[in-house]
């Protein structure tokens, strides 16, 4: 299985700063049509996954603009430019490329 | 807007069969290319993807679970269903139904979540 790695595990951050939560793939993501399946989620307690960012740098419709995905390969970065309160929870990197998906471990953001 | 919903036995025991139902609405099991995803997530672990069947019926599962998964659907009934035999403790986790997405190979909606307790 391709492990997905990620840090730090955990992240205190200052309301207003940014924070970057870095991801590291054990094989490259991009599958055999040249496309890089890399996906953020945001997960709050007692809730579901929430997706952020799809292949890469995609952000999905309602997702503040202060979210943004980068990389490539096997490494790949979430950038969060002002943390506000709402963005306290777990982040997870996924990658659909090769089966079975797998999830880093996640990253936990809270304020300082 | 889809949405999906997790149901069935929050506790199963030992060696028995763990079957749970996600009910779709605002959209068809039988529309795609989808694949209508098992995901899930023991108490303070990352999230481990179980299975999926796609839109033409195909099931695939996870190796490390491949012998004892069953997953199916019923369009009759817009659900697909997860099976799991011989359950442990390990099986132990929180359960979300997911549609996964061939574009993006990653799951916009979700169910909230079910959690099964395997104990005696």
């Known amino acids: 299985d391709v492990v997905m790695t990620q840090s730090p595990l955990s992240l205190p951050v200052t309301l207003g700063q940014a924070a970057s939560i870095a991801c590291r793939s054990s094989?490259?993501?991009?599958?055999?049509?040249?496309?890089?399946?890399l996906n953020w989620f945001h997960q709050r307690p007692g809730q579901s996954p929430r997706r952020l960012i799809y292949?890469?740098?995609n952000r999905d419709s309602g997702v503040p603009d202060r979210f943004s995905g980068s990389g490539s390969g096997t490494d790949f970065t979430l950038n969060i430019d002002r943390v506000e309160a709402e963005d306290v929870g777990l982040y997870y990197c996924?990658?659909?490329?090769?089966?079975?998906?797998?999830f880093g471990q996640g990253t936990k953001v809270e304020i300082k | 807007q889809v949405q999906l919903q997790e149901s069935g036995p929050g506790l199963v025991k030992p060696s028995q069969t763990l079957s749970l139902t996600c009910t779709v609405s605002?959209?068809?099991?039988?529309?795609?290319?989808?694949?209508w995803s098992w995901i899930r997530q023991p108490a303070g672990k990352e999230l481990e993807s179980i299975g999926h069947?796609?839109?033409?019926?195909?099931?695939t599962y996870n190796p490390s679970l491949k012998s004892r998964v069953t997953i199916s659907v019923d369009t009759s009934r817009n659900q697909f269903s997860l099976k799991l035999d011989s359950v442990t403790a390990a099986d132990t986790a929180v359960y979300f139904c997911?549609?996964?997405?061939?574009?993006?190979?990653?799951?916009?909606?979700w169910g909230p979540g079910t959690r099964v307790t395997v104990s005696p």
């Open positions: 292949k890469v740098s």
């Open positions: 997911a549609r996964f997405d061939r574009i993006t190979m990653s799951a916009k909606y």
């Open positions: 094989q490259s993501l991009v599958y055999v049509d040249g496309t890089t399946y």
């Open positions: 996924m990658q659909g490329t090769h089966w079975p998906w797998t």
């Open positions: 605002g959209g068809s099991v039988s529309s795609g290319p989808f694949y």
């Open positions: 069947i796609y839109t033409s019926g195909s099931a």
